[in-house]
């Protein structure tokens, strides 16, 4: 079973893809709506579920999404068992550089910091909530050490400025590719 991560910036397209590539018929999985997957640590000790959207003002600063390395074993273990020939999975942690080991190759959602700032615009001005639960100053913030780690760690860019059925076929050509590298 070839187990891919497709990650990016708060914005980037995650949810969109795995949603798309569910409907292709792809086993697909958004991490980032998997509660019993993704955490809030809270610095005093207790896990939260993902907690309400924190104001700009004298908030503490937005906690930081973790995945259960646990749970995200199950994913795959019950993937492999039920016979996925590949497991596509869709999202951004704090820990999943730490988690890398896990994924046969993982593949980066490129947008740039203009439509990454308009897309999240868009979210708080529809009333929604990132699912990264990041603020737009959070989330240009750390934009450039997120993209840098993940490049240096060798993830597969893609474009995720196009059209979502486009980003999907490129990362469809991807995987191709990474089946390829893994029967090598």
Not at 132 to 137: C, F, G, I, Y
């Amino acid at each position: 079973m070839l187990v891919l991560l497709v990650t990016g910036v708060p914005a980037a397209g995650k949810s969109t893809v795995a949603h798309k590539l569910s409907d292709l018929g792809h086993t697909s999985i958004s991490l980032d709506d998997d509660n019993s997957t993704c955490s809030w640590p809270h610095p005093a000790g207790p896990q939260d579920r993902q907690p309400g959207r924190q104001d700009n003002s004298s908030s503490p600063p937005p906690l930081r999404r973790t995945w259960n390395p646990d749970r995200l074993d199950e994913i795959i273990s019950t993937a492999h068992r039920d016979g996925v020939q590949t497991l596509w999975l869709c999202g951004q942690a704090a820990n999943a550089s730490e988690l890398r080991n896990r994924f046969d190759a993982c593949l980066l959602l490129e947008i740039d910091q203009t439509t990454m700032r308009r897309r999240l615009t868009d979210v708080e001005q529809s009333g929604g909530v990132c699912r990264a639960n990041d603020s737009l100053a959070t989330a240009m913030a750390s934009y450039q050490a997120f993209v840098a780690t993940w490049r240096r760690l060798g993830a597969v860019p893609v474009d995720g400025t196009q059209d979502p059925d486009q980003v999907c076929q490129d990362l469809l050509m991807a995987a191709a590719f990474a089946a390829l590298g893994r029967h090598r």
